[in-house]
């Protein structure tokens, strides 16, 4: 079963995935597809307030991320890691359980990016926002930092994500039965 919608213009057919029993979602993965990267970028850049830094959360944000910094014209961009790495000094850590992972997981932001962000506007960006969770673990390495959020963009807004007025997003993505019809 597939999902067709049009996102920044482009049509796609997006697998209807289980979750549970009686929760089934439309998988999104931008990862590999460059056009629709691009695409993406491109008007979520319209819906963007002035900004210092972009932020996302490792893995799916990242090409869009790298994409509207590029679009945009900055030097960096920043991401909160899924692990910590060997150059990273003094870590930021929040907890975070997503619609997608099967268990609790960290984010982490070292010093050097938590030193830029200090009294600066940051965009939070990523590819879907669902339960909200890795958006709030996000939110909170920026608090930490002594960054300032000053917006928060996705490509698609999942279920009551898209009643949220926090957030600005292109499209609305449903939830599913199992049969593939859209809950209600």
Do not use: W
Request: with cysteine.
């Amino acid at each position: 079963m597939h999902y067709k919608m049009k996102i920044a213009g482009l049509e796609r057919a997006l697998p209807i995935c289980r979750v549970t029993d009686d929760l089934y979602i439309a998988g999104f993965v931008i990862f590999g597809d460059q056009e629709l990267t691009v695409a993406c970028a491109r008007e979520l850049l319209k819906k963007a307030p002035e900004y210092d830094y972009i932020i996302t959360a490792e893995a799916k944000g990242i090409p869009l991320a790298h994409e509207m910094a590029r679009q945009h014209g900055d030097a960096k961009y920043m991401l909160a890691r899924k692990a910590t790495k060997l150059y990273m000094q003094e870590v930021f850590e929040v907890s975070v359980r997503s619609i997608t992972t099967d268990r609790e997981q960290h984010l982490y932001l070292d010093k050097a990016d938590a030193d830029l962000m200090r009294g600066k506007r940051i965009l939070i960006v990523d590819d879907v926002v669902s339960t909200g969770e890795s958006l709030y673990a996000v939110e909170q390495l920026v608090e930490k930092a002594g960054g300032n959020i000053c917006g928060r963009l996705t490509i698609l807004a999942e279920g009551e994500a898209a009643a949220r007025t926090d957030i600005k997003y292109l499209e609305v993505l449903p939830l599913f039965n199992p049969d593939g019809t859209i809950k209600e």
